[in-house]
């Protein structure tokens, strides 16, 4: 694992947004993370990212359940929409 500087920046949706693709894309998220993200975080544009990761990314429907009992109906719209 590489040791990031850490660099000092405003909390908001972009750097989450940012940080969601570089993980993603380098395959640090599986889906139970993204899953847990999806119905744990607080910021709900994030949360609609971290869905659609996770229905990518599964391999069998039943992992995606939690999904759609979440409490947040942004949550479960989008992982019956995908």
């Given amino acids: 694992m590489v040791d990031l500087p850490v660099i000092a920046v405003p909390y908001g949706g972009q750097v989450l947004e940012a940080a969601y693709r570089a993980a993603t894309a380098g395959g640090l998220l599986g889906v139970h993370r993204l899953i847990t993200a999806a119905m744990k975080d607080d910021d709900l544009p994030i949360r609609s990212l971290y869905v659609r990761g996770a229905v990518r990314a599964a391999t069998d ?14 949550v479960r719209a989008e992982a019956l929409q995908a």
């Fill in 61 to 74: 429907p039943a992992q995606l359940r939690g999904l759609l009992v979440s409490r947040t109906a942004l």
